[in-house]
């Protein structure tokens, strides 16, 4: 890390610290008193920002009030993962992958992260224990190929606590796939010292997805960081969420998917944002997502084209996002909602607004 993290407006750069306004400086006390996702980003990313309320960087870590709004369709849980939490830290919902949750916290925090409950309660990295736990669970499942490292952000652990959770997985199953999911190359690329890329290469199968949203976020060291971890032989993914006032722009996302594409990352999905409470204002309507993902088709070729995809709320799985999906509108004791059809022919709904 290249400076302490910011945890404080105090901290801030003064440029950003003098565009902190009261109500913004009030709701950060009351997320400190109410134990809610604390505010924190790292030096770097606090670098890109602007000094605009509605720069879109500003806007992913800085608290907004908007957070307390009374969002009748918010979640603790929006992915209903407690449902298929088989040990304490794994999640297996699909047949042949499972989910470990490694990392209890992250470099910085995402004002609309859809774990913000789980890590608001600041779970450590994964212990002796619970590991023990996870490798019963995996010896007698034999099905699962592929496992998604995620949390809070992994790469928030030692390279010696990493080292010995690759080893004890490499060790059960050695072909074993990794999927480290991260927003550390973004966050705080420093992370990605030689140390760690060659602690992530001698660990492979091992596969990056790394959460990327707007094109700014592809600061040089960013670059430089998955430019080393291509060189070693680790492919990288990006996944980005659609975020309102961030990315919620045919033109924007085009531009960032096509840098993913000249840098040799290869964009895998955009995800219609998942329902945790406070982050509503985030939320693009899904019919303009829809529109806005029949324009990001024309302006980029296949191969730079992510997957428009929700994750159902409540348990119900990803589903790709397109038209046919939707198939009708109902009123729900929240608000109006749309009703989706999932691979298997059930019913999920997703608000309209
Ligand atoms: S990096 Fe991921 S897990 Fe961490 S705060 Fe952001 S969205 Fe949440």
């Known amino acids: 890390m290249q400076g302490t993290l910011i945890t404080s407006i105090d901290e801030l750069p003064p440029l950003l610290r003098a565009s902190v306004s009261p109500e913004e400086a ?23 920002a602007g000094t605009t ?16 709004w009374d ?8 992915l209903g993962e407690a449902l298929y939490r088989t040990v304490p830290r794994l999640v297996h919902q ?27 309660q600041s779970q450590e990295f994964i212990s002796e224990t619970e590991v023990s736990q996870v490798l019963g669970y995996l010896k007698n499942h034999a099905e699962i190929r592929e496992l998604l490292i995620s949390g809070g952000d992994p790469l928030t652990g030692t390279d010696e606590k990493l080292a010995w959770l690759f080893r004890e997985l490499r060790s059960l199953k050695p072909t074993l796939l990794l999927r480290l999911c991260t927003r550390t190359p973004i966050t705080n ?10 602690l992530l290469k001698a660990s492979r199968p091992l596969r990056m997805v790394v959460h990327l949203n707007h094109p700014r976020e592809m600061a040089e060291q960013t670059k430089k960081a998955l430019a080393d971890c291509l060189d070693a032989g680790i492919p990288i993914h990006v996944q980005t969420v659609l975020l309102r006032g961030v990315n919620d722009d045919a033109e924007i996302l085009a531009l960032l998917f096509r840098e993913c594409l000249e840098l040799g990352l290869s964009p895998y999905y955009l995800f219609q944002l998942d329902l945790a409470p406070g982050t509503a204002h985030f939320r693009v309507p899904l019919k303009q997502g829809l529109a806005l993902y029949q324009k990001l088709k024309t302006q980029i070729s296949g191969l730079g084209l992510p997957k428009y995809t929700v994750d ?20 729900d004791p929240r608000g109006k909602v749309y009703v989706l059809c999932d691979h298997d022919g059930k019913r999920w709904t997703y608000p309209v607004e």
Do not use: N
């Open 71 to 78: 969002d009748p369709f918010g979640l603790s849980d929006p």
């Open 189 to 198: 690329p420093y992370r990605l010292t030689p140390e760690l890329i060659g």
């Open 94 to 120: 699909y047949r042949d992958r499972a989910l470990l949750l490694a990392g209890g916290i992250c470099a910085g925090y995402c004002r609309y992260c859809f774990r913000r409950v789980w890590i608001a």
């Open 312 to 331: 159902l709320p409540g348990g119900g799985g990803k589903i790709s996002l397109h038209d046919s999906v939707i198939i009708g509108t109902q009123d």
């Open 26 to 48: 009030e709701y950060l006390e009351t997320i400190q008193l109410q134990g809610l996702l604390p505010f924190r980003v790292t030096p770097h990313f606090a670098s890109l």
């Open 53 to 68: 309320q509605d720069d879109p960087i500003r806007r992913q870590f800085f608290p907004d009030p908007r957070e307390a």
